[in-house]
């Protein structure tokens, strides 16, 4: 994962600072894994770490609990997910996903980053194969938590790699092993601090501090936008 996974964590952490955009996305998510997959965390992996990462972000749990119902409710059915993809600056290839209730607003939206930035949409399903998509597990490692001994455990959830940096761990298996994955970690009683799908690039590529400003500029502004959940790219 190297740079590229240090890239998105440090960048996203930067863009999430503001609550006001924090808890909207984090409901949006909730409310789209409950009406997938059913309104029991018990019953559901993906709805169980999508209330995790709203706890980990602080989120009320009033709110968590207004996003489950609403998955029930009328405006769940608004919700349409749609994925965007598209060369942005210096030929950076870019992943969007969103959960929209108005794909014609969202596009257009979309749309304009990508050529504000000097960039473009290409059409859906051009980039799938650029990506492989991903489980992604982040947790603090524990005294002494033994790395190879808990990679045993994991193998078979589905664990593919796994590796430390700065007191916390990061695991990732296939995106088909999510919930294996997360069944394995409970089991374990290993309390994950965030966990997701993510787009990871199957050829990164190298950009300068020059490019990746103008890259980081255009990424920001997309992952502003409302209806956006999640921007991956192919930066080493």
């Known amino acids: 994962m190297g740079r590229a996974f240090e890239y998105r964590r440090a960048a996203k952490e930067k863009r999430w600072d503001k609550m006001s955009r924090i808890f909207p996305r984090l409901a949006k998510a909730i409310t789209m894994a409950a009406k ?44 349409t997910e749609v994925n965007y993809e598209g060369k942005g600056p210096h030929g950076v290839l870019v992943f969007v996903e969103a959960a929209t209730d108005n794909p ?13 930035a000097g960039g473009s949409l290409v059409p859906t399903g051009s980039l799938e194969f650029m990506f492989n998509r991903k489980a992604v597990f982040e947790f603090e490692k524990a005294e002494g938590m033994d790395l190879e001994e808990l990679e045993l455990e994991l193998i078979d959830g589905g664990l593919e790699e796994i590796e430390e940096n700065e007191g916390m761990v990061y695991a ?20 994950i601090a965030k966990s997701s799908l993510q787009r990871i690039s199957t050829s990164p ?29 192919n930066i080493s």
Do not use: W
């Open 36 to 79: 997938e997959g059913g309104p029991d965390p018990d019953m559901n992996a993906s709805l169980r770490s999508a209330i995790q990462n709203a706890k980990g972000q602080n989120m009320p749990k009033d709110n968590i609990e207004s996003a489950i119902k609403r998955a029930s409710g009328k405006d769940a059915d608004n919700f």
């Open 104 to 116: 014609t607003r969202t596009v257009a939206n979309v749309k304009h980053y990508f050529t504000k």
């Open 205 to 233: 590529v190298d950009f300068t501090e020059e490019q990746l400003e103008d890259i980081e500029k255009m990424i920001d502004r997309i992952e502003e936008d409302d209806d956006v959940q999640a921007c991956f790219n």
């Open 172 to 191: 990732s298996a296939d995106y088909t092993n999510f919930g294996t994955m997360t069944e394995a970690f409970e089991s374990l009683e290993i309390e």
